[in-house]
């Protein structure tokens, strides 16, 4: 059975620290990889997909960028954080190349102060 | 684009009562179309799904929910509640078909149980 994991599970970090979080899918290859920030009372907006090793398509302009270096392993980036990053980060993957249900990790909660 | 609208932010129910979540979509083809459910401080989880055929369909924990095109709506209904239900739930629509999974989010209808 396929498996996702995210870490850390909490973060605070100081305004203009870099940021690095991780998520890994086991059990599936080249799945499709997605990270999603949400905020209260806003639901989720998604920030990145990934359809492939190096493939990364970002949906709104913003302080973070991802990467998928190996193909189930996606991480969402900063070089310097703002007040408004804080957040809970959700990574999710869905089965490739179609699959439409996603399903999700258990997230990280990014604190920066 | 699409998008989806939950009215209801806050519901409470008594346990052992029924309960009806409402989410209506906007999009311009057959939609596909999610519940999930969210404990606090936890990833979603997939409760239900919606591609075609039966329009009411059963998920897991006792879900179910019914899509009516004509009302562009996807409620999410369960017959007894359980304390353990109280969570935030999210309904979301896919464009689907050839493409990537790109869902579209509602905000959310957090569900308070009391006993």
């Known amino acids: 059975s396929q498996t996702i994991h995210q870490w850390p599970a909490t973060l605070v970090q100081p305004v203009g620290s870099p940021l690095s979080l991780e998520c890994t899918v086991e059990g599936t290859s080249n799945p499709n990889l997605y990270w999603y920030r949400q905020a209260a009372g806003r639901g989720l907006q998604l920030l990145f997909y990934s359809v492939g090793i190096g493939q990364i398509s970002s949906e709104v302009p913003q302080n973070l960028s991802a990467s998928r270096p190996q193909d189930r392993q996606f991480i969402l980036s900063s070089k310097k954080l703002l007040l408004s990053d804080s957040g809970f980060y959700l990574c999710a993957w869905s089965a490739p190349p179609f699959g439409q249900e996603q399903y999700f990790g258990p997230g990280t909660r990014l604190t920066v102060t | 684009a699409q998008s989806v609208t939950q009215p209801d932010i806050h519901i409470t129910v008594s346990e052992g009562a029924s309960l009806e979540l409402r989410c209506n979509y906007s999009?311009?083809?057959?939609?596909?179309l999610f519940w999930y459910v969210q404990s606090p401080g936890q990833g979603l989880q997939l409760l239900l799904k919606?591609?075609?055929?039966?329009?009411l369909v059963q998920g897991i924990k006792g879900f179910e929910a019914e899509f009516k095109r004509s009302q562009s709506s996807f409620n999410l209904r369960k017959p007894s509640v359980h304390w353990s239900d109280a969570a935030e739930y999210f309904c979301?629509?896919?464009?689907?078909?050839?493409?990537?999974?790109?869902?579209?989010f509602g905000t959310g209808t957090r569900l308070q149980v009391t006993l």
């Open positions: 979301a629509v896919g464009a689907g078909t050839g493409t990537a999974s790109k869902l579209t």
């Open positions: 919606y591609f075609s055929g039966d329009t």
């Open positions: 999009y311009g083809a057959t939609p596909y």
